[in-house]
């Protein structure tokens, strides 16, 4: 666990992006244009790097309400894909005004924590290594903690949010959707086992039926503390396959 933002926010790769109030990239740090990006980004409009009309949309909609608000409700935890790598960051963005106080854009600063959280497994049976989320960034007031994902139990979705659960019970809200998490947590004993719920088969310790609602149930165990979370008829032949039922 890193106390203190300042600290490791020191040590890290950060790349800097200028997007003036047209949503267009005008200037790039080095590390932004040579690992980030590329050249080729110059001038273009900020939408383009969301393959996915949902993430273009929600940055169309961010950018409408810039001149509405003073301040940006930032940092955030960003998982981005560029030049067909995951990479992961933390992000804080700031705006800029000209000398009238009119709205001028915003600086982007990506904080690549990359290296930090994703884990490199060798494949015996392949020359290909596998990388897995191996810790999961969690952004507090002050401070920024890597959470294990060896000590989560569950993830429950809250919109376009996230809830953890560890094994102590504590929870932690996270700006990450569960779709997200979970095609980054598959390969890491992580299992879909409802809409809302993504669930670490490391805890499970078993599966009952509620007979008068005819609901499944998982019951997750930690050392510390019990949870029963939703099994839904659709994933419970997936869950029996994965399990070897």
Do not use: C
Not at 55 to 78: Q, Y
Not at 152 to 179: C, H, P, Q, R, W
Not at 215 to 240: A, C, E, G, H, V
């Amino acid at each position: 666990m890193i106390e203190h933002v300042e600290t490791f926010l020191s040590i890290v790769p950060v790349g800097v992006i200028i997007v003036d109030k047209n949503r267009k990239i005008v200037n790039m740090n080095p590390y932004a244009r040579d690992v980030i990006l590329s050249k080729e980004y110059f001038n273009k409009d900020i939408l383009d790097l969301h393959e996915k009309q949902e993430a273009a949309s929600k940055i169309e909609n961010f950018f409408s309400r810039l001149t509405e608000n003073k301040s940006i409700e930032l940092p955030i935890v960003k998982i981005l894909d560029f030049k067909g790598k995951s990479m992961f960051f933390i992000v804080k963005l700031t705006k800029i005004y000209d000398k009238d106080d009119n709205f001028n854009g915003i600086i982007s600063i990506f904080y690549d924590i990359t290296n930090v959280t994703i884990k490199r497994i060798e494949e015996k049976d392949t020359q290909s290594p596998k990388f897995v989320l191996d810790k999961i960034p969690i952004v507090l007031k002050d401070r920024v903690i890597f959470l294990e994902t060896k000590n989560i139990v569950f993830i429950k979705s809250f919109g376009s949010s996230t809830m953890i659960t560890d094994a102590n019970g504590n929870e932690y809200l996270t700006n990450l959707k569960i779709s997200e998490l979970q095609e980054k947590l598959e390969d890491n004993g992580f299992f879909r086992s409802h809409k809302s719920y993504l669930i670490n088969t490391s805890y499970l310790k078993e599966l009952t039926l509620e007979k008068e609602k005819n609901q499944y149930k998982l019951i997750l165990s930690s050392d510390r503390k019990s949870f029963f979370i939703p099994l839904s008829k659709r994933n419970k032949q997936k869950l029996n396959s994965l399990l070897s039922l």
